[in-house]
């Protein structure tokens, strides 16, 4: 059975700062791995899609990273700001396209 | 383009009454899922559909919880006879295509939760 882990639970950095945020799966056997964006009450927002054949992506100040034999990922957030303060939710897919999702990590930027 | 639209996206029910919540995937997408968010826990998978079928329910409650995604109109998920450790945050995910192998993961669209409440 496959279980997504997110470390830290909580996060809090200054303004400005780089910061990585981790992600580990048991189970290897993935099609991919997304990383997505909760803000408080809402819905869920795509940050990256990684396939299993890829080694990581880019967007804006977001760099994901996969590597899949040792069932980890790592979101790296540059020059953060304090509108990247959300929760950070990891998921893996596997089998009929579902999402297996971590607890997250809930960050928050201080200006 | 509309993203996926829920509804409502507030629900309040009593103990033993039903809940109805509406899921309308983006324009073109013909998979949906289903996930359910705990207080305090993350998201499950509850239950994947094509265009009147279900591909994938093992996430679904054995009881009093079902989903259809008719021809027509929007995708329903339905709990009958709530009690309050239903109350949770109900969200709805489409994509254009579903499973088809390593070569084709799609990305999916969520919709803003419908957050149900049971008395």
């Known amino acids: 059975k496959q279980e997504v882990t997110q470390i830290p639970a909580a996060l809090s950095v200054p303004e400005g700062e780089n910061l990585v945020l981790n992600c580990s799966f048991t189970?290897?056997?993935?099609?991919?791995l997304q990383w997505f964006r909760q803000d408080p009450g809402k819905g869920l927002t795509s940050l990256l899609l990684i396939q299993s054949s890829q080694r990581e992506q880019t967007s804006g100040r977001l760099n994901a990273s996969l590597d899949k034999s040792s069932g980890r990922s790592t979101l790296y957030i540059a020059a953060s700001q304090p509108g990247d303060s959300a929760t950070y939710l990891c998921?893996?897919?596997?089998?009929?396209?579902?999402?297996?999702f971590g607890q997250g990590t809930r960050l928050t930027i201080n200006p | 383009n509309a993203g996926v639209m829920q509804n409502p996206r507030h629900l309040v029910r009593r103990r033993g009454q039903e809940a109805r919540l509406r899921c309308s995937p983006m324009?073109?997408?013909?998979?949906v899922y289903w996930y359910r968010q705990l207080p305090e826990e993350g998201l499950k998978f509850m239950v994947y559909l094509q265009k009147e079928n279900i591909i994938d329910e093992s996430g679904m409650p054995k009881e009093r919880f079902s989903a259809e995604f008719p021809k027509e109109g929007p995708s329903i998920l339905r709990i009958q006879q709530v009690v309050r450790g239903d109350s949770a945050a109900y969200f709805c995910?489409?994509?254009?295509?579903?499973?088809?192998?390593?070569?084709?993961?799609?990305?999916?669209?969520f919709g803003p939760g419908t957050r149900l409440t049971v008395l």
């Open positions: 189970d290897s056997a993935i099609y991919n």
């Open positions: 324009k073109g997408h013909s998979h």
């Open positions: 995910a489409s994509s254009p295509q579903g499973a088809g192998g390593p070569s084709r993961p799609d990305t999916q669209y």
């Open positions: 998921a893996v897919v596997q089998g009929a396209q579902k999402l297996v």
